[in-house]
Structures are given as C-alpha cells and as structure tokens.
C-alpha cells in the first residue's frame, strides 16, 4: 500500500490537528454509524473514525489507504489489481474478486452500498469523515457486513462561498491535482463539486522480450506496467423543500484506464502434473510438444525491470446516482435514500510473470445495482427510548466475460458467467436507558434473498487433450437451475454502563451473516443427472451462507482532563459454514467453493490518543488475533489443523506522532510520523503439509509481512490575500519495506508456478495548497 495511516483511535484528533483548540484535551466527533448522530466514545461498539484534518494530513484519497485507521483491519489490493479490494477484519475476507462473490466487509458511502469488491477501490477527492465498525454489522447494515462495515462520509454543500485546490507531484513522475468548489447559497438550493485527477508511470519498466523470436508472442505497446491513470468527480445538489424537509442528490463519477502490477514469478518447481512436466534437461515447462523457459525468471525479492509477452490493461469506469430524502418529524426524522450503481470494469494479465506466453487471462465485466432504503429514527419516553426503523430493497445484475489462453494458445478457452440478485430486508433497533447510567441495546434484521446463475464454457483448442475445434462444455442458461434463496434473522443485544461522564463499558452479542451463492467460476462438470440436470454440481448446488455468532466485551475511557483516550475490546467469534475459495488452474483458471469449515476467532484491540500538550498528539493501537478451525472437511476428513486461515496476521499495531514545530502569524509547521506493522500472515487456505512440492502449500504463498513507515513536513495556514497556502513533503515507506502482500499459486497443474505482489517502493514528493 502506498499510503499508511495510523491514527487508529475513534476520537477527533483530526479536528484539533487543523483548530488548534487552546485547550489541551481532544475533542470529540460524531458519527453516524448507528443511523444517528452520536458521540463516537458513547456508542458500545467498537468503531473506529478519523475526520477530514487527518484524511488531509495523510494524503487520503483512496480507500486502499485506509487499512491502518483500525486495528484488526487490513485492506489489500486484490493480486494483479489496483481497483479491487480485499478487506479483512477479525480475520474474515473474501479473497476471490468475481463478480459473484460477496465481500465479508460492507462498504458505503454516504449510506449507499457498494455492493462487489470489483472497482471497490476509487479515489473520494473531499471526505468528511471515514467510520470503520467492528465485528458483525447485520442489524443496521445486514448481508455481507459479517465481519463490519466501512462508511465514507463526504462533506456536503455548506452554501457558502470556499474550497480549495491542490496539486502534487512525487516519485516516478506522479501528478495528482485535486479540488473541491462549494458554491453560496441561491434560494433553496446550495451545490459542490469535487474532483482529482491523478497519473503516474510504472513502478516496474519492461524491457525487450528476449524470446519474442522464439514464441509467437504479441509484443509489448509500452515501456512500463503497475502505472495510475485515474480521474473522479463528485457533484453534490442539495434542496431545502421546506424547513423540515431536505433532498441531496449525489452523482459521482470514477474511470481508470491504466496497467495492473506486476505479476512476479517468485517460483516455479519441476514435478508438476505428469502431463505438464518440466524438462530435466533444461529450465523449461512443457505442454502440447512446446517448451517455455520458466525458471530463470524466478525471483523472491520485488524486481525494478521484467519482460511481458502480452499487453495488459485494467480497465474501470463506474458511476452512481444517489437522492436522500430527510424529513423532520418533530421527534423523529424519515429518511429515504434511493440509489443507483453502474460498473464496467475489465483486464488483460499476463498471470506467468515471464515473456513467455503461459497464461494470460481477461475478465471482462458488466455490473449494475439499485438500492432503496428507508429508514425512521427518532426518542420517545422522555428521551429514555431511542429507536431505529428501517426497510431495505436491492436488486442487481451481474455478467463476466472470460477469455483465457494459456501456453502459447495450446489451450484456449471462453469461460463466462453472470447472476442476478435481489433481496430485502426490514431492520430495527432499541436503545432504552433503564437508568440514567445502564442502556440496553436491542436489535433484530430479517432478510430474504434470491439468486440465479448462468454459465458457459467453451474449449477453442486443447493441444494436450486433442481438442482441435471449439467445444461447448456448459451452456446453463438463467433458469437452468432453481434459483438460490436464503432467509436470515440477525440479533443483536448490548448492554452498556456509564460507569461516570469519562468511562464506559459494554457487553455484546451480535449476529453476522454473508450470502449464500453459485460459484459462477465453476470447472467441474460432469454427465447430467436426475438430481443435477446441468451436469455442473456446483449450480445445482449452491453454497451456503457464512455466519458468525459474536461475543464482544469493550471499555471506552476518556482520562487526565480530556488528555488521554484508552479502548479496549476483546472479542470472539464463532463462524460456521465458512466460505473458501481454493484457486485452481485445472482448465480455465478458476477457484472451487467450500462450506467446509467452521471456526473459533478470537482477539484483543487496543486503542489510544494522548495529548500531553496543545502541540503534541501521540495515537497507538496493538491488536492481536488467534483463529482456529473447529472443523475443515475435504473429501470427507477433518483437516483442520492442516489448513491455514487467509489473510489473519496474529498481531497488527500501529503509532503516530503529530508535532507542530512552530506557529505564528506567518503560519504553523507541523511534521506527521506514521508507522503501521503488520505480522506475518497466510493468503490462501491451503495445507501446511502437501503430498508433493507443487500443490497448494500454505507456506508458498504466506506474506513474511511488513513494517511502512511515512512521514510528512507541512507548513500550512500561510496567509494569502483572502485565502491560505499549504506546502508538504512527504515520503512514503521510508524503510523500503519490501516483502510480498499478496500471492497467487497456481497449483500442479502449472507446475508449482508461484506469483507475488509487492507494495509500493519508497516515494517521495511535495504537495502545494490553497484553501479558501
């Protein structure tokens, strides 16, 4: 990740980082996560939140920056993509990106969901606030919020006249221009628009392909591949119909059009599939009579300069309209937000990380989503009672293109899917105060969902297995199958106590639950039967919703006269009907889906901002976590203590520093310090232990993980006529941390071929500002 932030506590830090209160406590924010305005040390659950100040320190601008706020999370770009997430919390993550998968974490912004982890990852130009929840979300944010949720907050119009502009320039010629204009006021309407460009060359360059006379291979169009060419907008209209009701329309809009990261071949071994051998003579894999020198383009340690055979391309335009609707009822207020998705995201990768052409793999992908909610929150009973209301509609379409070739086009393949969902839910919660110190917290979600699936396969050619002409091998149209459909009942209860106005504590359970579904990938076909008449076992039957019971214990404290913030949560978590998804390169590269395993997860998390003096802030967070199966079946056998947990490192922690060096009429100096640790971990949930050294070992693909450090200079608040200037330098990962993040193993059927996926180098530049 390029970008480390480590101010990991729920206070306000951002807000007296830019105020400069001349009190010496930290202030308080206030969030929206439970669908109303509180005071973020109030609410019993364990939340996270930075403020705009912060966001602004740290050169926020995309939400794959965003994975240290909060202990026990960890955002990465999924293998090979820069606008794919996969975002981890309390050790739960879907690691597959297909269009039919739903992520563990929600993600929302400004109370819209973000329904796929696909083009998840899009620059926001002027944030608010960012809230990062906790351990299970299903009774205000329900399906695939299993494991918490994200809010993106942007800031609204204020109607009044302001704004700024910036402009950025760092390492490998990185520009980055980015502003926001807010409008004043006419009549009744008040509008904003906010946008950033930003492009940068690549962090690997290519050079000649030194086999391009020996392969047919299609050469290179471009000197360098993990480049930025990303441009976003967001246009913000708010109307105030009458002094009770108010309409905000929202358009955002975000394109990327740039070359994926490098896909590093970090391994390769010779006893693959007896079929696909490699030559004991020489450094070559073997298929279909033709031979590809692999081995001499292995390395473990991230490379500067590589070849390509083929001309990737990662390709993502996405856009959203949203209107809410907020009417003011005297005690209560109704909501109403109405929202509407569209995606297209497409990519070429050259998956081998060689000049040879051994696999390289499109996904072409059309994807569109509605959503309504409405929600009513108000108090009664003298204020003991406050109550939330909501229901909640979802519809989308999904489809995914994939052509695939591998080996020079000896094997050649089609391989498409696509569904379409829709659900809905009715929600509520209760917060009663039976003393003035001791607030029980009820809550209960219903939701019911269907799913259909369409899928085809189609073999061009197969030199290997003597298919010379195409041959359809699945062609399941929608209805084919019955569709999936899922109810659920989520709970919720916590009960709190204000032990006085600077210490609280709070005991919860909680109810997460992550949709069921087809595998749209799906490779294993076989003869129809009565029982499955496709013949594609994993259609006829789809797997099963993930959910999770958890146990949370939490103590919120506010000490020394505002002058310290310490929380803490411990917390455990019983998963049942775990979703795996286990990548295969048997045929067309896909993944096989299991229900296969239940677990224990268990941690403690541990928060705190201290602010000895007005100058100095200090923030830190230590968060550890231990996950254990309780049962994995394969083939019938408990496997589980043979299995690794994906993307779960046992121990996170985090510090930052903020120090203003010098302040006066000419403006302030403020230098930021940031560093974020994260402990080795697992990507993928394979065996420990393999029968032979080419199939899926856990060790082949774990992360020795790493340690970013950033730090900033800012000399801000310079007078400028009307308005004030900013300058900053910056450097981002100063120690050169240069361990692998992520991985993929393309098993036996690829002779052990292994990739691995880097984090951004060391950077470095300036960025200039002017607010106004």
């Keep these: 990740m390029s970008t480390s932030l480590v101010l990991i506590p729920a206070p306000a830090l951002a807000q007296d980082a830019q105020n400069d209160a001349e009190s010496v406590g930290i202030g308080d924010i206030v969030v929206t996560a439970q669908k109303r305005s509180e005071n973020l040390q109030d609410v019993p659950i364990a939340i996270s939140a930075v403020s705009s100040a912060f966001i602004e320190s740290r050169g926020v601008d995309s939400i794959d920056n965003l994975g240290t706020i909060a202990p026990n999370v960890k955002i990465e770009r999924a293998p090979s993509s820069k606008t794919i997430s996969q975002i981890a919390i309390r050790g739960s993550v879907t690691i597959n990106p297909a269009i039919t998968w739903e992520p563990a974490v929600g993600l929302y912004i400004d109370g819209v969901y973000i329904a796929k982890a696909q083009g998840s990852i899009f620059d926001v130009a002027d944030l608010e606030r960012v809230e990062i929840l906790r351990g299970p979300q299903g009774t205000l944010y329900g399906r695939n919020a299993l494991a918490g949720a994200v809010n993106l907050v942007t800031k609204k119009p204020s109607g009044e006249m302001g704004g700024f502009a910036e402009l950025t320039y760092g390492s490998f010629d990185e520009i980055k221009v980015r502003g926001s204009l807010d409008l004043p006021q006419v009549g009744i309407f008040s509008a904003k628009v906010s946008g950033q460009y930003r492009k940068r060359d690549g962090l690997v360059k290519l050079v000649p392909n030194p086999v391009a006379g020996v392969f047919t291979a299609q050469p290179n169009k471009f000197s360098d591949t993990d480049t930025i060419d990303s441009a976003s907008v967001l246009v913000q209209l708010r109307a105030e119909l009458s002094e009770t009701i108010t309409a905000d329309y929202t358009y955002d809009y975000s394109k990327q059009d740039q070359r994926p990261p490098f896909a590093q071949l970090i391994s390769v071994n010779r006893n693959g599939d007896p079929r696909d051998i490699f030559d004991p003579n020489s450094p070559s894999y073997a298929y279909g009579g033709a031979y590809f020198p692999l081995d001499k383009y292995t390395n473990p340690n991230r490379v500067e300069t590589a070849s390509m055979d083929g001309a990737v391309y990662e390709k993502s335009r996405s856009y959203g309209h949203a209107l809410t609707l907020t009417a003011e009822l005297g005690d209560a207020t109704l909501k109403s937000i109405s929202a509407y998705r569209d995606l297209a995201w497409s990519d070429g990768l050259d998956l081998d ?12 992908t059309d994807y569109n989503a509605f959503s309504q909610e409405l929600q009513l929150t108000g108090r009664a009973f003298d204020d003991r009672l406050a109550y939330v209301l909501g229901g909640f509609y979802f519809k989308e379409k999904a489809e995914t293109l994939g052509p695939q070739s591998f080996f020079g086009g000896a094997a050649d393949y089609q391989s498409d899917y696509g569904s379409n969902t829709e659900a809905f839910a009715l929600y509520t919660q209760l917060d009663y105060n039976l003393t003035d110190a001791l607030k029980l917290t009820l809550g209960a979600r219903y939701t019911h969902e269907k799913k259909d699936i369409r899928r085809y396969m189609r073999i061009n050619y197969d030199a290997a297995n003597g298919i010379t002409s195409p041959l359809v091998v699945a062609n399941i149209a929608y209805g084919a199958v019955p569709d999936a459909k899922y109810n659920d009942f989520s709970p919720a209860a916590t009960i709190s106590y204000a032990v006085n106005d600077d210490i609280n504590v709070y005991a919860r359970y909680a109810r997460g639950f992550k949709s069921g579904g087809f595998n749209g990938e799906t490779n294993l076909f076989a003869a129809p039967t009565a029982a499955c008449p496709t013949g594609a076992l994993e259609l006829c039957e789809p797997y099963r919703p993930e959910k999770v019971d958890s146990y949370e214990l939490g103590l919120k404290t506010r000490l020394l006269d505002g002058k ?28 096989i889906v299991r229900n296969a395993a239940a677990a224990r997860i268990r941690g403690l998390e541990f928060e705190t901002v201290v602010r000895p003096v007005d100058a100095i802030t200090l923030n830190a967070s230590l968060a550890i976590l231990d996950a254990k199966y309780k049962s994995y079946l394969d083939g019938g056998v408990d496997v589980s203590n043979n299995r690794a947990f994906p993307h779960t490192p046992k121990t996170t922690a985090s510090a930052g520093l903020d120090v203003r060096l010098a302040k006066g009429d000419w403006g302030k100096v403020n230098v930021y310090a940031d560093v974020n640790h994260v402990s080795s971990y697992y990507t993928f949930p394979y065996a420990f232990t393999t029968p032979t050294v080419s199939d899926q070992d856990a060790f082949n693909t774990r992360s020795n993980g790493r340690t970013i450090v950033n730090l900033r200079l800012s000399v801000a608040d310079i007078p400028l006529g009307g308005a004030r200037a900013e300058i900053s330098g910056w450097v981002r990962n100063l120690t050169k941390e240069a361990n692998a993040s992520n991985f993929i193993d393309f098993g036996p059927g690829f002779g052990g071929l292994t990739l691995g996926y880097f984090p951004d180098p060391r950077t470095f530049g300036v960025t200039g500002a002017v607010r106004f």
């Design 353 to 364: 990380g060689s000049p040879t052409p051994v696999a390289f793999t499109q996904r072409i």
């Design 564 to 591: 310290l913030i310490f929380n803490v949560a411990a917390f455990q978590d019983e998963h049942k009907d775990i979703q795996l998804s286990v990548f295969t390169a048997s045929g067309a590269a896909a993944s």
